[in-house]
């Protein structure tokens, strides 16, 4: 049981090229996440998705998009990379609502750097 | 202003104190408490978790919400420099934006041997 797996784990991106952050979930978790955490910012929300098939911004989605590819996998990208996406980059996963714990908490990766120059 | 406050601290003890961490929220309506434990260059991992107000133990570790006064706390009984880290304070409400957590910034304990 892998729980939330990331790839890739480190990744240098030139200013203007994309790239695809890939996540999966073995825990048959809802609900999925992407989140970026910069010193002195915290956690913060790009996207998420909280059924297969949906997905919805949270805080700070632009410069990025989400595919929810099926309900294990889902992935983020940087179409046009600035230096400014130089960040921690975390998937999460929840599991059903109401369901005790994992219903009501969420389980992250252990997360992708993504330097930008 | 931020919904949930939490001291960033760093915060730096001897091997076997007591350390107190805090956090603050704003809104009422948060009934699912937790914390996270991040090391390093690491993922955040689920420490403790607690659906409303009380206590809940595991270990050296106990969680305290107090909903009247929306503060909730970790204490960690004679903490060991494994427990060097950064902690995140977590909350979500029952039926208002369920779908969303809200974290604190994360305290940073150091843990001198």
């Known amino acids: 049981n892998a729980g939330v797996t990331q790839t890739p784990k480190f990744q240098v991106l030139k200013t203007g090229q994309s790239m695809t952050l890939q996540c999966a979930q073995d825990m048959n978790h809802n609900s999925m996440y992407w989140y970026r955490q910069d010193p002195g910012m915290g956690l913060r929300l790009i996207y998420y998705?909280?059924?297969?098939?949906?997905?919805d911004k949270g805080e700070v989605p632009n410069g990025y998009n989400v595919s929810r590819l099926n309900k294990r996998e889902f992935s983020l990208r940087l179409e046009s990379a600035a230096p400014s996406q130089t960040s921690v980059y975390f998937c999460a996963s929840s599991g059903v609502r109401g369901v005790e714990v994992s219903g009501n908490t969420i389980y992250f990766g252990e997360g992708s750097w993504l330097t930008v120059v | 202003q931020k919904e949930v406050e939490q001291d960033p601290g760093p915060l730096s003890v001897p091997e076997g104190a007591i350390v107190s961490l805090n956090c603050t929220y704003s809104n009422s309506a948060f009934q699912y408490f937790m914390w996270y434990r991040q090391y390093s260059r690491k993922g955040p991992e689920l420490l403790m978790y607690t659906y409303s107000s009380g206590n809940k133990e595991d270990g050296r570790f106990t969680a305290q919400v107090d909903k009247s006064s929306k503060y909730i706390s970790l204490f960690i009984r004679d903490s060991q420099p494994s427990d060097s880290a950064t902690y995140l304070c977590?909350?979500?409400?029952?039926?208002?934006?369920?779908?969303?957590?809200?974290f604190g910034s994360g305290t940073k304990l150091n843990v001198k041997p």
């Open positions: 977590a909350m979500r409400g029952e039926l208002y934006n369920f779908n969303k957590f809200y």
């Open positions: 998705s909280a059924s297969e098939g949906t997905t």
